[in-house]
């Protein structure tokens, strides 16, 4: 970066204050040379938080609509604060929408995997089902294509998986690593080459245009006051268990993996969301750990240092309890105890130590169902 601004970026964020019911707005300096932020108070015009290391926060996490979580708050980068930062990073950093079509979750984590490994983030994902109205909008630029009520007839009443991507110049990158919209016409080794079989089954739908993207991203992840009627999240509540996969292994692109593995071993993920858990609420959610675990206090930091990915589980076998199956393949809580006694778990394979070791599941069998509704009905509204 050029003049002053070679040793900081400058953004504009907004807190919302629960307690004064008002949206606060801010400076947010990022400091590149030792990854530290401060922020500074525009309206009283002082700063609010000196510089300071936040773990989980690096450059890559900042663009125009992310949400950060900085020190017990959840901030929304709304804003470039300076003509140096918006011309380094707007040139680079893109948002795209991709739509993972019905294939078995096994396929949805490779294709997941493959985003990570071309450069592209999941910073919002969720799983719904689709009705006629929305493959009408999201799909507004192909209504007139012939294979449109193909498309309809496909989707409608399905489920299917959105997601915002982020990365270098993304858009063309997705464009790139899908292929061409006939699978039997994709370039080897691209999405719709791998596992696509035609047109209208070709795996991933993406936006045309930035444009389109963020009206897609709008769409389908609404606000809350939406979120009860417009693809709503798909949890049914029934011989459920809960798995979390924590913010550390998504960063290291392991949520792919993960998802290969439970379908693989007997399981189907029947809801799915992206999370960013606060403080308060991790600390409520591992209550019943305080005081019995030493890793307590590690482990509420780790499920508040960013995004994570909630899943409701059932195992594919009705005659078995899904929680007790499903903690057999999570595996002992210690990484290296599970690579010692039962390599073939979750926790072995994806893990790195006891409170970064990349999944939670519910413990007890009647966890299973209070857990998902914690995540699912409680912290979704």
Known sequence: MDGAYTDKYSFVGEWYDNQASLVRRFNVFYYPTDDTIEIYDLKNRKTFVRRVKVDGIALENFYIGCTLYI????????????????????????????M????????VGKIITHFYEHGLRVTKMKKAILTADDINIIYATQVTDPTFPFLLDFLTGQLVYGLELVGKDALTVCFNILGDKDPTKAAPGTIRALYGTDPVRN???????????????EYFFPPPPLRSVRLRLTATLSN????????????????????????????????LNMFIVENINAAEF????????????????????????????????????????????????DPDIARLLRPHTLRAKLGKTKVQNAIHCSDLPEDGLLEVEYFFKILDL
């Open 203 to 217: 795996c991933v739908h993406i936006s045309p245009s930035k444009d389109a993207a963020v009206q897609d991203i």
């Open 286 to 333: 591992y209550e019943v750990y305080k005081g019995i675990v030493p890793e307590y206090k590690g482990m509420v930091e780790e499920l508040s240092s960013g995004p994570c990915v909630a899943m409701e589980i059932v195992a594919k076998d009705k005659t078995v309890n899904s929680a007790v199956e499903f903690r057999k393949l999570v595996g002992p809580s």
């Open 100 to 107: 993972i079509k019905p294939v078995p979750t096994n396929v």
């Open 240 to 271: 459920c268990t809960l798995c979390i996969v924590k913010p550390h292994a998504i960063r290291e692109g392991k949520l792919g993996t993960a998802l290969e593995v439970i379908d693989e071993g007997g399981f189907d993920v029947t809801a």
């Open 71 to 98: 020190l017990g708050r959840l901030i929304k980068i709304v804003d470039f604060a300076c003509e140096a930062t918006k011309r380094k990073l707007h040139k680079d950093m893109q948002v795209t929408f991709a």
